[in-house]
């Protein structure tokens, strides 16, 4: 690249040195063209006396050219290697950028041009590399925590049934019962990590779908453990059209709404609203329970985040608000949550009615 710039700069610079040999001899030919031939000042111009004439003017003129030409390329070369200095310093320092390295930076500083702007940029999207980076090993972390655990409880499980020579019928029928209660839990964390990895996959469907709708099915199928754990459960389902995967939404909803009843008091409430504001289709789901700190809210958004640490298998896994928060950034939604003075979550997610442009 350094080769193709300096050819240029020096074509740029031969350039200029020709228009200005032009410039130099254009008046000097006006000067001889207007004197007369029997001017004796004329001889300064035509003849062998002091003056220069047309033939020394001319040689002189093809020597600076023929001159020019490595000069030219002398400066065109420099100039290119000043100008790709910077672009060198950061192709290097992103070559030895890794998975292991993700914290150096090119800190190009001033001054301030298109390519420190390219660095600053790159900078930014190294910060956000290193963040994606963190957050994966995080959850793999936390995945194979809560995956190991309900594991390790199933074998101690079967090998203290299998240890016991007294062992009846009555004791296996437990302890087989005890190993389907963690095969189920053991699945349902599989079913929970499979939504959520197909809501951070994004929408590959934009389909109309009514928020009112979804909400009533999603309701119909939790209303005896809402009776169960005697919730007041109040909903004001108006139309609220938007556009994006039926499948995902479904799971937004769904997640919702079992959180809101999970992390509830015996006789709490819980109250659900849909409507369209704006050209926009709003779902707001408000319930009682614990209270939640401010400065905790943005933490349940991520995986595996739970408001109390006992909470293991009764109380969910700490996935659902972060498949939420998934299923809101791939429709490229707003997610507002926020704690409530006297106990529990407010949490209000806004669609377009049409699909969003993907941010640049």
């Not at 030219?72 to 192709?91: H, K, N, Q, S």
């Not at 998975?99 to 800190?107: I, S």
């Amino acid at each position: 690249m350094q080769t193709r710039l300096a050819l240029a700069y020096a074509a740029g610079i031969y350039a200029a040195g020709v228009c200005a040999l032009g410039f130099v001899l254009v008046p000097l030919a006006s000067v001889d063209g207007a004197s007369p031939k029997d001017d004796p000042s004329a001889s300064a111009l035509t003849d062998d006396g002091p003056g220069l004439g047309w033939p020394q003017l001319l040689g002189g003129s093809a020597v600076a050219l023929v001159v020019l030409v490595p000069v030219a390329l002398a400066l065109g070369w420099f100039v290119a290697g000043r100008f790709l200095r910077p672009l060198r310093a950061i192709t290097a320092t992103a070559r030895a950028i890794s998975a292991e390295d993700l914290d150096r930076r090119l800190d190009l500083g001033e001054p301030m041009d298109e390519l420190t702007e390219l660095g600053h940029i790159l900078d930014d999207l190294f910060a956000r590399l290193q963040a994606s980076f963190d957050a994966h090993r995080h959850f793999v972390a936390n995945a194979s925590h809560e995956l190991r655990t309900p594991l390790a409880g199933l074998r101690t499980l079967l090998e203290v049934a299998l240890a016991d020579p007294d062992a009846d019928t009555e004791s296996l029928r437990a302890a087989c019962e005890e190993a389907l209660s963690l095969g189920g839990y053991q699945e349902r964390l599989v079913q929970s990590l499979l939504a959520l990895a197909t809501s951070e996959g994004g929408v590959t469907r934009w389909d109309p779908v009514d928020l009112a709708r979804v909400v009533d099915e999603v309701l119909g199928s939790r209303r005896d453990k809402v009776k169960a754990r005697c919730i007041d459960l109040a909903e004001h389902l108006g139309p609220a059209m938007m556009t994006g995967d039926p499948r995902l939404v479904e799971s937004l909803v769904t997640n919702l709404v079992d959180n809101a009843v999970r992390h509830n008091h015996v006789g709490g409430h819980v109250r659900i609203t849909t409507r369209t504001s704006g050209g926009e289709a709003v779902l707001t789901v408000v319930n009682s329970g614990p209270v939640v700190p401010d400065d905790q809210v943005e933490r349940l958004l991520r995986p595996f985040q739970k408001l109390a640490p006992d909470r293991h298998g009764r109380d969910g896994y700490g996935i659902g608000l972060a498949i939420v928060n998934a299923v809101t950034r791939a429709h490229h939604a707003d997610l507002t949550a926020s704690a409530r003075p006297e106990g529990g979550l407010s949490i209000t997610v806004r669609f377009a009615h049409g699909p969003r442009p993907t941010p640049r």
